[in-house]
């Protein structure tokens, strides 16, 4: 294979005409007027804005408060980490805050793959996830995912027919795009095949505290006691996504090579966000706030998934999700669905084509669409589903 000598910078840019439509919301160009229901924003009513009041007037006028403006140590301030420790139940030198979930992405990419190496992704995959290899240079090999998460039966055939990946990743929670949960023997399975084969699993798991039951969801990450699994996590999508607060959490065994690689790449997290952070979390009051966000998340997802199946019909068949942000649907019938994207535009509703989270080969995909529910009120959803179903009978 001729070695690929662009620079990460090239290989990043060059790769996104090819996925135009996602990946880069800057280049989506909304109508005004127009219902979005593509992206992973969270519903802004959802979000604990009182507490964020309160934990900044104690944080403010607190002394904590200047010498969180000073440079804090390259893992995060260790009174975070701790709660970040205790919640996962692992010793808090595993745990390193960082700049949000893409951040934490970015850094296990860097700690675990060279130029070449190949890592098994999910298929369809969260696409961003994929711009984040070609920080490296390392090639994804898909492998699909059902209602229950990645299949592990399908990897296991592969990695006895040869295939040797330095690494795996998946979203085991409500995955992004199509909304399936990988259950605990899955998960341990995985782990069996990461030891066996001597592979890194990479969990990516920022909806796990957004299910639609309250405490229906164990909140700390699966397989924490492998030492092969590094798990990525965000306040994104339960305290907004423009905080940028994460963490990952890596093996004991690579703790310090995962601190000093995080130092010298950006050094730290703000000091003053992770104070904060730490005092919104705190809150007696957080728990509760989280659940209710949770239900009314999955309120929202059972109108948009209503008014779909009443305005569709049998055409539709619909992924029921138990958490997350978004439907997966598929349209039966052999549907255009770049004239269907199109035409949804000019009627305006936005929504993300199942195409878009291909790896390569997209042919499984076609006919299938994720529809977000988190951000929009729910008159929106249902508007949202009146103008796609006018696109859709324009198709004749
Ligand atoms: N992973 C997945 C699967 C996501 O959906 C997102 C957010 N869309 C992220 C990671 C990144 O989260 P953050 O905004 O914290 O970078």
């Given at each position: 294979m001729v070695p690929d000598t662009r620079t990460a910078a090239s290989r990043l840019l060059e790769q996104l005409p090819a996925r135009q439509g996602f990946g880069d919301a800057t280049l989506i160009k909304h109508r005004p007027g127009s219902i979005d229901l593509g992206g992973g924003n969270p519903d802004v009513e959802a979000l604990p804005t009182a507490l964020y009041r309160d934990a900044a007037r104690d944080l403010t006028e607190g002394d904590a408060f200047a010498a969180s403006l000073r440079y804090v140590p390259a893992p995060g301030i260790p009174a975070l980490r701790t709660w970040i420790a205790e919640r996962e139940g692992v010793d808090a030198e595993r745990v390193i805050v960082t700049t949000g979930g893409a951040h934490g992405l970015a850094l296990a990419v860097l700690g675990t793959l060279d130029a070449g190496d190949e890592i098994v992704v999910d298929d369809p995959v969260y696409p961003l996830f994929l711009r984040t290899l070609d920080l490296v240079g390392a090639h994804p090999v898909p492998i699909r995912v059902d209602a229950h998460g990645i299949d592990v039966d399908e990897l296991e055939r592969r990695l006895l027919a040869g295939l040797r990946p330095k690494a795996l990743f998946t979203v085991p929670t409500f995955q992004n795009p199509s909304g399936g949960t990988l259950p605990d023997d899955r998960a341990r399975r995985l782990a069996e095949l990461a030891d066996r084969f001597g592979f890194t699993i990479i969990f990516d798991d920022?909806?796990?505290?957004?299910?639609?039951?309250?405490?229906?969801?164990?909140?700390r990450s699966r397989q924490l006691d492998s030492d092969r699994v590094i798990a990525v996590n965000t306040f994104s999508k339960t305290l907004g996504p423009a905080l940028r607060v994460g963490w990952i959490v890596v093996p004991e065994a690579l703790a310090e090579r995962f601190v000093r690689l995080r130092n010298r790449l950006d050094g730290l997290t703000s000091g003053t966000l992770q104070e904060l952070v730490l005092r919104i979390v705190q809150r007696q009051e957080y728990p509760a706030a989280l659940a209710a966000a949770g239900v009314g998340y999955g309120r929202k997802a059972r109108a948009l998934q209503q008014a779909l199946e009443s305005r569709f019909g049998d055409a539709i068949e619909i992924t029921e999700p138990s958490g997350g942000f978004f439907l997966w649907a598929r349209l039966h019938g052999d549907a255009d669905f770049a004239r269907l994207h199109a035409l949804a535009q000019d009627e305006g509703v936005f929504f993300q084509r199942g195409e878009w989270f291909a790896v390569d080969d997209d042919a499984h995909l076609r006919g299938t669409m994720r529809l977000s529910f988190s951000e929009q009120p729910t008159e929106a959803l249902v508007e949202g589903v009146e103008r796609l179903h006018r696109a859709w009978r324009q198709l004749g």
């Open positions: 920022p909806y796990r505290e957004v299910g639609f039951e309250p405490g229906g969801v164990d909140v």
